[in-house]
Structure formats: structure tokens, C-alpha cells
């Protein structure tokens, strides 16, 4: 049996997790985070950068797409809603911040590697939209708010690798800000 499972549980199954007792939004986040801490070891030993998965959650059927960065991301927006999650949520939140700090621990190449990745991919799509905004500037005002998000996945990630092992992918980073990072309105 895989370590996570033993963290969830030896009678685990995804399909048939606990009830909430959380608001449904938070349920939603709590059951995604779930299903993305589940799922964290296969990903990491996985090739994919993007993991799609699927759960069920009192607000219907969501599909999100996993990286480390959007597991994060579930994990920090759980935690700062801590108090409105009931006592049993409470419990199964602790459980997944184990397993994300377990899978770092055990999987430390995978890890980096997956965060670095994530990074590439959303700087290259930042400096794309960047880049097109004098083949169409009124489309680029539009979507600038938008598009900000992967500029933030991608500092995200620097932040989740840490100055060392992300020391060439910040001045990629503050590159793309100095030259080409200029909000609508100053364009």
C-alpha cells in the first residue's frame, strides 16, 4: 500500500469520501484538494504537467486541471477559510497538507522538476499575450486582468521552488516584467 493511501486510509476511496461539513464552496475546494492530494504521487511520477481529474462535489461535477502550483493554491484558500470549515473538514485539510509535504519530501527531483515546468509554461504564455498586444490592443485591454493569472501561477511556482533552485527562472521572470509588462492603461 502507497503512503498516501495510508495517510487517507486503508478503505479510501475517492469515490466515496466523507461528508462535508463545510459551506459548499468550500466542500467544492476541500474535494478537489482532496482528490488532487490522492492523486499526488502518480502525478509527480507521472510525464504530464497538467493532470485532469474529475470529483463530484456538492456544487456539481468539477474537472480542474492538477499541478502542484493549483493544489497550492486549493491548500492556501482552505487555510485561510480554516474557521468557516467544520471540524471534520478541519481534519481532512490537516491530511492533505501532510501528503503535500510528504510527496515534497519523497519525490524532491519530481517536485522541482514539475514546479519548473509549471513555471515555463505560464511565463510562455504571459510573454505570448504580451507580446500581441500591438497586433490587436483593444483585445489585449480586455483580457489583460485575465491573463494576469499566469503571471501569478508562474510566481506561484518561483515561490514554491525557492531562490535557489529557481535563481535562472527569476531573471527569465524579471525580464519579461521589465521589458515587455506594461499595464493597459500605460501602454
Keep these: 500500500m502507497s503512503w498516501i493511501k495510508k495517510l487517507f486510509g486503508v478503505d479510501h476511496d475517492v469515490n466515496q469520501l466523507p461528508p462535508t461539513d463545510s459551506p459548499p464552496e468550500l466542500a467544492a475546494k476541500l474535494l478537489e484538494a482532496e482528490r488532487m492530494a490522492d492523486q499526488l504521487e502518480d502525478y509527480l511520477l507521472s510525464d504530464r504537467l497538467f493532470w485532469q ?3 463530484e462535489t456538492p456544487l456539481g461535477t468539477r474537472q480542474p486541471k492538477m499541478t502542484l502550483g493549483s493544489l497550492y493554491e486549493r491548500i492556501q484558500y482552505l487555510e485561510a477559510h480554516r474557521d468557516e470549515l467544520g471540524p471534520n473538514d478541519g ?3 490537516q491530511k492533505i497538507r501532510r501528503a503535500w509535504d510528504e510527496a515534497q519530501a519523497r519525490f524532491p527531483e519530481q517536485w522541482r522538476e514539475k514546479l519548473r515546468r509549471e ?4 511565463m510562455h504564455n ?4 504580451l507580446e500581441q498586444r500591438s497586433a490587436n490592443s483593444e483585445r489585449w485591454t480586455q483580457d489583460y486582468k485575465f491573463e494576469l493569472r499566469n503571471r501569478e501561477r508562474a510566481r506561484l511556482a518561483l515561490q514554491l521552488l525557492g531562490p535557489e533552485a529557481a535563481a535562472d527562472l527569476m531573471q527569465e521572470y524579471e525580464i519579461i516584467e521589465k521589458k515587455l509588462d506594461v499595464p ?4
Design 53 to 55: 481529474i474529475s470529483v
Design 91 to 93: 481534519s481532512r485539510l
Design 119 to 122: 513555471f515555463k509554461s505560464y
Design 126 to 129: 504571459w510573454k505570448y499575450f
Design 184 to 187: 493597459p492603461d500605460a501602454a
